[in-house]
């Protein structure tokens, strides 16, 4: 079970998208919110400051008001950080499990994490929306079938004056082609009684504000998008993922009706709901006030993290010398500086095993891992170092390595997930194997293993019948460096090197498009 730090950590990678550790990723949370250089604590407290609104000094005073704001106890009980903090008043979020109560998929409370106790709840079953049912980018949305809604009543801290309040709305959605409906809005139904009303309609989004409608141009259907309507005193503009999609005008209506998501009022009167929505939404966020552009695109930033950028989850599958080159978050961090991605290492190796144990739990660390996309396969080198050599190696023996892979193989590929191949590292068996490869892993690779797994991943394969990931001549050409004194699992610098060696070559592929060169 993750500790509070841990969750904290993981919310703020999900803002900055990077993977370093705790204090790295919050270095990076300061330097995207452009918080000056200085020592950490230093800039831990213009933080806290910019976060609170709060001109304290007291390092302690600061995090306690910053729990207070988001409505936890204290700063060691904070399990997210926000994007953003200063003049949230909403904070929907379908990917946080706690947030949602629910019963056999329909929601009745969307619980709020601002701190603001604007819970949107829904107590008529055929109007609930459902959760569990669909994601973006492979996280929870909530889903509206064009019947459902939810309501916040008439919250104070939600009623902008239009002409009078600032106020900026964040949203993701993803809305099929030809479908229309709200998202958010405090509205009625004739055009003076529309306060706010952020929409879809004719594959477009459309803000009335205050009466005035703009309707943007850029057709945004069918696709996750970040949605930013922001409102200032005289107009109103939408950004799409970041970038502006046109400004608007806005009215100064009013109104007294109950703020909703998924609809609006279908009277003037406070009554019934109509031009519900049909699509998805995974979260949204409202504030007070028009954030400054780099506040704008944090936010943004964290949105598009979470629910927009192509989220890829390898699992690491094998023994030791997988589990060593998994721990941590080097490798995670090596793909995801190189090239800017959005990248998960899952390490599901264990030391000791032989083909037969990753068979045995393969479809339970399948089952355990359901969003996982890619493989990084490299598994048999504890066969190898029961059997070896080779040539005396029993036909019962090499028969359980084919039939192990196959299985191993057909079951990831039914999963949808993606194998990324790994030919087995050299090792200098009893010190003879460089002169005498016969007697290492060489044919067993050859073989058995390399024929397997290229079979399964053409394209991550040389039309020799290497893999791309080479990692027997990439050990052998310096294993003097690169192996420990046992001549089979690596030393610092050989896990460094397969490491990088990774990143050169299986996820240069994967990411960019591009083959690597053969060693």
């Not at 998008?225 to 806005?250: A, C, H, K, P």
């Not at 045995?360 to 355990?368: A, G, L, M, R, V």
């Not at 690596?490 to 592929?509: I, N, R």
Request: proline share 3%; with cysteine; net charge negative.
């Amino acid at each position: 079970m993750r500790t509070n730090q841990e969750a904290r950590h993981q919310s703020i990678q999900a803002i900055t998208g990077t993977s370093g550790s705790y204090n790295e990723d919050w270095v990076a949370l300061f330097d995207l919110l452009g918080i000056a250089s200085g020592d950490f604590n230093g800039r831990f407290i213009a933080w806290l400051q910019l976060a609170t609104g709060s001109s304290k000094t007291n390092i302690n005073d600061l995090t306690n008001e910053y729990a207070t704001q988001l409505g936890f106890d204290n700063w060691s009980t904070v399990t997210y950080i926000a994007p953003v903090s200063l003049g949230v008043q909403l904070w929907l979020d379908a990917n946080e499990s706690t947030t949602i109560v629910s019963s056999s998929g329909s929601v009745s409370k969307w619980k709020d994490k601002s701190g603001n106790a604007n819970h949107a709840t829904q107590g008529t079953g055929s109007a609930q929306p459902t959760t569990g049912s669909s994601t973006i980018n492979g996280k929870n949305a909530l889903s509206f079938d064009g019947g459902d809604f939810l309501g916040l009543d008439q919250p104070s801290n939600l009623d902008f004056t239009p002409g009078t309040d600032e106020f900026t709305i964040f949203a993701v959605c993803n809305v099929p082609v030809g479908e229309q409906g709200a998202i958010v809005s405090k509205a009625g139904a004739t055009t003076n009684q529309r306060q706010y009303h952020f929409i879809y309609i004719d594959d477009h989004a459309t803000g009335i504000i205050g009466g005035s409608s703009k309707d943007y141009p850029t057709d945004i259907t069918s696709t996750p998008q970040v949605l930013t309507l922001e409102v200032s005193t005289s107009g109103q503009e939408l950004f799409i993922n970041g970038t502006s999609d046109g400004t608007g005008s806005i009215g100064t209506a009013t109104n007294s009706a109950d703020v909703l998501i998924g609809a609006r009022r279908s009277n003037d009167s406070n009554g019934g709901s109509a031009f519900l929505l049909t699509g998805d939404i995974g979260e949204i966020i409202i504030y007070n006030r028009n954030l400054t552009a780099t506040e704008r695109a944090a936010v943004e930033s964290y949105l598009s993290n979470k629910w927009i950028d192509t989220y890829i989850e390898v699992l690491m599958l094998g023994a030791s010398k997988m589990d060593s080159v998994s721990q941590g978050n080097v490798l995670q961090s090596l793909i995801n500086t190189t090239y800017g991605s959005n990248v998960a290492i899952v390490d599901e190796s264990t030391g000791g095993w032989t083909t037969t144990n990753l068979k045995n739990n393969i479809d339970s660390i399948i089952s355990s891992n359901t969003t996982a996309t890619h493989a990084l396969l490299n598994i048999g080198g504890n066969n190898v170092t029961a059997t070896r050599p080779y040539s005396t190696a029993t036909t019962e023996e090499k028969d359980t390595i084919t039939d192990d892979l196959n299985y191993i193989v057909a079951a990831l590929q039914t999963a949808g997930i993606e194998i990324l191949p790994s030919s087995l590292g050299f090792s200098n068996y009893d010190g003879t194997t460089v002169a005498s490869p016969e007697n290492g892993v060489l044919p067993y690779s050859t073989n058995l293993i390399n024929p397997i797994l290229c079979a399964a991943a053409p394209n991550y394969c040389y039309e020799s019948g290497l893999p791309y990931s080479q990692l027997y001549e990439l050990i052998l050409n310096d294993y003097t460096t690169y192996l420990d004194v046992d001549n089979i699992h690596w030393t610092s610098a050989g896990k460094a090197a397969v490491q990088q060696h990774f990143v050169d070559t299986l996820f240069l592929k994967l990411l960019t498009g591009v083959d690597p060169e053969e060693i």
